[in-house]
């Protein structure tokens, strides 16, 4: 059984430009979560993914996108990047929908993300 | 209202004590509390969870308390060593797997 897997682990923007994080889901699980930690901080929920519609979205602003593909992969988008968008940012999947709600989250190890 | 209230912020406790976090909610809707533990460089990994019609659990070395008419729940760890050294997340589910977290305890085991 593969992992939640996460790229890139890690990498360097600038203010303003646009950054595109991805996400393979753990294998069997249809929903793909997204969350941004903050240094010293706990996960914040970002949006979820289930068969390639978001299914909520937390308290960010619209320049944070997704996509679910679909063979259940995901992609974080974040346009105009700012200083304060740098944090780790953890995709996490699960089972979801018809198999119950377990409330279970398998989580990545992150992509880290700098933004000067 | 999403809100999850996490102590202490760090903690150390020698080998073979038993550490304590504390966490505290207020929306009653919340159906689910899992603890997550985080090493430095990993992402968090789902170490116990409990719903809120129970009032403890227990997974070998790890217990949770879970209080609901005080809206508090608790991580306790048994003997504890220096490998449990890390950060540890409580959360609570506010619908179909979306998590808030708190703001985490650094624990520390000293041997």
């Known amino acids: 059984e593969t992992g939640v897997t996460q790229s890139p682990t890690h990498l360097i923007k600038t203010r303003g430009q646009q950054v595109t994080l991805r996400c393979s889901s753990q294998s069997g699980h249809n929903t793909v979560s997204w969350y941004q930690q903050a240094l010293g901080q706990g996960p914040q929920f970002i949006f979820q993914y289930y068969r390639e519609e978001e299914n909520g979205r937390g308290n960010f602003p619209p320049r944070f996108s997704g996509l679910q593909f679909p063979n259940y992969s995901s992609e974080l988008n974040v346009n105009a990047l700012e200083l304060d968008d740098s944090a780790l940012y953890l995709c996490?999947?699960?089972?979801?929908?018809?198999?119950?709600?377990?409330?279970?989250?398998?989580f990545g190890e992150g992509s880290r993300l700098t933004v000067l | 209202q999403q809100q999850v209230k996490q102590s202490p912020q760090s903690l150390i406790v020698q080998k073979g004590g038993i550490p304590i976090i504390n966490c505290a909610y207020e929306n009653t809707a919340f159906d689910y509390f899992p603890w997550y533990q985080q090493f430095p460089g990993k992402g968090p990994a789902l170490l116990i969870a409990?719903?809120?019609?129970?009032s403890e659990k227990k997974e070998g070395r790890f217990t949770i308390s879970f209080n609901k008419s005080a809206k508090q729940f608790s991580l306790h760890i048994m003997d504890s060593q220096p490998g449990d050294s890390a950060t540890y997340f409580c959360?609570?589910?506010?619908?179909?797997?979306?998590?808030?977290f708190g703001t985490g305890t650094r624990l520390t085991i000293i041997p």
């Open positions: 959360a609570a589910n506010f619908g179909n797997e979306k998590l808030t």
């Open positions: 996490a999947s699960s089972l979801g929908g018809a198999q119950g709600n377990t409330g279970e989250l398998f």
């Open positions: 409990i719903r809120p019609d129970v």
